[in-house]
């Protein structure tokens, strides 16, 4: 079958042009459940969109939104577990590390997603308040604490108060910063992208993927993951769809995956909130599980293929 792409990287004679798919290469070992907390614990709570990341002292730490908690409003905070590995089950519970502060501008329990990268001594987590997306820093990768604007307010940026603006990721490739995140505007999920120079100050909002055959419905476009391969001078990224699928992008352009359109999709996987982690020459890739009670891990691979490029 001959696949479709726009403006192929890593061209190859007779029109073919290089793809590199991800493949689970293990079964899945679970690396956090639902959490105890005290007060705010319910029988229906569960961790849902998260973000891995590695401490100042090694270790490896994952923060989730768990929803249905007792903290009212939307019933959402942010969570953290702590593992010496990767590969071990059962990381250690650390405790909350942030609960919606109506005082800043935040939507009582409604904090989602936090995502965390490094950026030289201090670590930047991205979150969403339900209306729009938010920072906080550490300097050590656990202790979190919100950056304001000048006007007291936690808000970054977002695409409306109805948008439901949510599930960002940053990444960061050639001295430019990428927020990634969903938005729902007239009912359409899609794929967001701001980018910065200083994670200070943003451009406005370009859609990057939206449609095809994971949808538009408000629940189709989430959960983005980007990342960068250098043996195909690509950019893919991972978008969850409510079909339970995530499908795979690969484009030269980390602002176009395709707006209603497959052109440029290279894959699926059965995994939803996919983040895709390297370290020791070793790749994984995170899913929640089926139920919703837990995050699990498992070891991938990028297979290499070649494809035919399609003409008019």
Known sequence: MVARAARPTARHPLGQFQVLIPRITSDWWTIAGNPDLGAYSTDHQQPMDFGIWQATDGTWQLGACVRGTACGGHGRLLYRWESTSLEHTNWQPQGIILEADTSVGETLGGLQAPFVIRNGEEFVMVYGDWVNICIATSQDGKGFSRRLQSNGQAAQFGEGATANTRDPMLFSHAGTYYAYYTGVVDEIGAIYCRTSND??????????????????????????FVCYKLATDAYYLFRWHSDGLTSVYQSDDPLDFGVDSDIKRVGTLPVEVARVITTGGNSYISSLLSDYSGIQLARMQWQDEERLQETD
């Open 199 to 224: 994670l200070e100050n943003w451009s406005d909002s370009t859609v990057v993927s939206r449609g095809g055959a994971g949808g538009f419905g408000p629940s189709d476009a989430e959960c983005a």
